[in-house]
């Protein structure tokens, strides 16, 4: 578990810096494009840390397609979102505290389970 902990404050860094970043800029970056910088840089430190290195092909990955490797191995997907994309946007853009968590509690009310 040491190192999820030590990939997610290397995240929280160039998070922080690229928000900073992105409010003094004339054309800002969208918070997707933030989290996409901060992750590349996650992956070139952790790339040339020794035991923290991530293999060339889950690199790539993460550079390519995208997500979030300080979560690998301590979240689980358990879903997709086929409608309603702008209420995940809208939860995703609330303000947040020094600790990224929501300053206002977000509660999932319904859910909707389609099998097929």
Known sequence: ??????????????LTEGRE???????????????????IKV??????????????????IYKTIGGAPFLDNGYTVFGEVIQGLEIL???????TDINDKPVKEIRIIKVKIIRN
Do not use: C, F, W
């Open 43 to 60: 992956h070139e430190t952790t790339g040339a840390s020794g035991q923290y290195k991530l293999p060339a092909h889950r690199r790539e």
């Open 1 to 14: 578990m040491i190192y999820y902990n030590i990939r997610q404050a290397l995240y929280y860094r160039p």
């Open 89 to 95: 946007d809208a939860i995703g853009n609330s303000p």
């Open 21 to 39: 970043a992105a409010k003094k800029d004339s054309v800002p970056l969208t918070e997707d494009e933030i989290q996409q910088n901060a992750i």
